[in-house]
């Protein structure tokens, strides 16, 4: 146990041109060395992309995107008393679960083949949130994991 007072719960801040929180979380994910510039770069060339290809607001493509990605449960590996182990169904909160979608988004896109991350973020968040793409694959995978331990958690 920690013998310091718990530590307060900080809110993320908002990014400086659409003063929205969620685009600071994806910022704040694509940053790598601490060139938060750069990452800001790619968000809004991804952005502007976005806005070219679908005509409609972008923020509402990347929280429409992110909703579509969040996952509800996972697993998590549990070890019993004989030794081995075994996955356990978990239910994921809203933060947990936006942290993961992010997390999930841009994995999906940095493996996209194409010419630069803004180009794949964008075709990755625009195919998120038609529900298609590499991120709403690995959560539907998520989800089948959690399905299956459901099921197999009666016998044991």
Excluded at 32 to 51: E, M, N, T
Aim: aromatic share 4%.
């Amino acid at each position: 146990m920690s013998r310091r007072g718990t530590a307060e719960k900080r809110t993320a801040k908002s990014d400086p041109i659409f003063r929205n929180r969620l685009a600071n979380m994806v910022v704040n994910r694509i940053m790598k060395d601490g060139k938060k510039s750069l990452a800001y770069q790619i968000l809004y060339r991804a952005v502007k992309k976005i806005q070219q290809k679908t005509e409609t607001n972008p923020l509402l493509v990347l929280r429409q995107a992110i909703r579509r990605v969040t996952p509800n449960i996972g697993v998590k590996t549990r070890r019993n008393k004989k030794g081995s182990t075994r996955k356990v169904l978990i239910e994921i909160g809203s933060k947990q679960g936006r942290a993961l979608a992010i997390r999930w988004l841009l994995e999906a896109s940095q493996k996209r083949p194409g010419r630069n991350m803004a180009f794949k973020l964008s075709s990755e968040l625009v195919d998120a949130a038609k529900g298609s793409g590499g991120a709403i694959c690995k959560k539907e995978a998520t989800h089948r994991m959690a399905e299956a331990n459901r099921a197999l958690a009666h016998f044991h």
